[in-house]
């Protein structure tokens, strides 16, 4: 019996392997055509990737873009069904945009914070920012039978943090044997049961829903008088949605919205902490933006916060790539003749693109000013440089149909945060326990992914 059970184990290996090689060799004569670029100095290995891929991509822009040519770089970790992302050239951009998913698919502060004057603190920026925009979101999100449940707010932000470690761990395999190992990765088999978790959590407000015909195309219309925010999310599902379409919706859209928006503003905290020019501006600007109750902040007012998010974004972005999808038929991009088969990856150059010099003056200085700038030269189009505008320069938040459905709201916490620590407490970061007062570092990133620096923290005391 054991050698049976050895010899099958040993046999479902043999398979993925020539199956891997198979599809490896397929994809490499399909995308023949799609030049390889690598790192110049020959070193390719996968720790290289992981730890250095923006310089990578940035270079294979700056040599390919000016041809308005497409590239693909090899994918050297596992977790992926292919071999490649295909790179494409800024103009093919507005052509994604445009095509659909048949072509292309795709309460804590008073807890947490010194309250008394005097008082102070100090915070890890990762583990401070992912609770609080779990307790933010949900309370925008969800209805309060989740908003108030302590343990479902521990779920998701624990889920938000578990589905990047589970990424990490399947790629740490080689793609031929990634899909195998998978399910018996703990952080996997944990992602699984909080899915789970998830769908028994939403089950009472789907099957309320479904009773009252609000999840019918009649009565969307008429949805406007629900009662929790998440609406708006599948308000456009088909009438057959099933209980796990709509909890697996619900995860992801907190898994996007939690983890994403505590990186950006712990990369932003970095940036104005060892500014000091900008903190002291944008702590102007933010008592100024203050009520008259004393207690609530005019966004609008925010211009320069805003400015300054949208240049930290620009040049530490969460991900270095936006607007992935595979291929679900051959395509053939019109603007170019460009010709790639099912299957292929393709994405854009996020962050290359926004170190270009010849969209951005000094592209690699960090210029607090830089969009307050370019409004008042650009009046005519001031709004399309606001943080929450997706543009072919700004690809933060992707583009055109699949752009974050949630940016505005993601803008609204960010700025609504920083302006509340910014005028409330004194605010110095520290590396490694100690004052900071170098320079602003340079952010490092995991495969794709910014990875805000850990030895940092911020020490709060209350005004």
Not at 39 to 48: A, E
Not at 214 to 241: H, Q
Not at 438 to 455: A, L, N, T, W
Request: aromatic fraction near 10%.
């Amino acid at each position: 019996m054991l050698y049976e059970v050895v010899f099958l184990a040993l046999g479902v290996i043999v398979i993925a392997l020539v199956k891997n090689v198979y599809n490896k060799r397929r994809s490499e004569q399909l995308l023949a055509h799609i030049l390889t670029h690598t790192f110049l100095d020959g070193d390719n290995s996968r720790k290289r990737y992981l730890s250095d891929l923006k310089t990578l991509l940035e270079s294979g822009y700056q040599e390919y873009q000016k041809n308005e040519q497409a590239f693909k770089i090899t994918i050297p970790v596992g977790g992926y069904s292919v071999k490649y992302r295909v790179i494409l050239p800024k103009s093919h951009l507005e052509e994604i945009k445009h095509l659909s998913n048949n072509v292309f698919s795709c309460r804590y502060f008073a807890q947490s914070l010194p309250q008394y004057k005097g008082h102070a603190a100090t915070i890890n920026l990762m583990e401070f920012f992912v609770p609080t925009i779990t307790s933010l979101t949900n309370a925008l999100l969800v209805d309060s039978r989740l908003s108030s449940d302590p343990e479902w707010l521990q779920q998701t932000a624990d889920f938000a943090v578990n589905r990047y470690g589970a990424a990490d761990d399947v790629r740490q395999w080689p793609p031929c044997l990634a899909g195998l190992i998978a399910p018996f990765i703990p952080s996997v088999k944990r992602l699984r049961e909080q899915r789970t978790y998830v769908m028994q959590k939403m089950k009472p407000i789907y099957d309320e829903l479904k009773g009252q015909s609000l999840l019918s195309t009649d009565d969307k219309k008429n949805r406007r008088k629900g009662t929790f925010g998440y609406e708006w999310l599948w308000s456009g599902a088909p009438d057959d949605v099933t209980l796990q379409d709509f909890s697996d919706t619900m995860m992801r859209t907190l898994i996007a919205a939690i983890h994403t928006t505590a990186k950006t503003i712990s990369v932003a905290f970095i940036d104005v902490l060892t500014q000091p020019e900008f903190l002291a501006e944008l702590t102007r600007e933010a008592r100024e933006a203050v009520e008259d109750d004393g207690q609530s902040i005019n966004l609008d007012k925010l211009l320069k916060l805003d400015c300054f998010l949208k240049e930290s974004q620009r040049l530490s972005p969460v991900f270095l790539f936006t607007m992935n999808r595979i291929l679900t038929q051959d395509y053939e991009f019109k603007c170019s003749g460009l010709k790639l088969p099912k299957e292929t990856m393709i994405t854009a150059p996020a962050a290359a693109i926004a170190t270009d010099p010849e969209i951005f003056r000094e592209p690699n200085t960090f210029d607090g000013h830089r969009y307050m700038r370019l409004r008042e030269e650009h009046k005519e189009s001031a709004s399309s440089l606001v943080l929450g505008m997706s543009t072919i320069d700004s690809l933060g938040f992707g583009l055109g149909n699949q752009a974050c459905p949630g940016r505005f709201l993601a803008v609204n916490n960010l700025k609504l945060m920083m302006a509340k620590l910014m005028i409330s407490w004194e605010l110095t970061l520290e590396k490694n326990g100690q004052e900071f007062q170098g320079p602003r570092p340079s952010m490092e990133y995991k495969d794709f992914s910014v990875v805000p620096p850990s030895q940092f923290s911020i020490r709060l005391k209350k005004l």
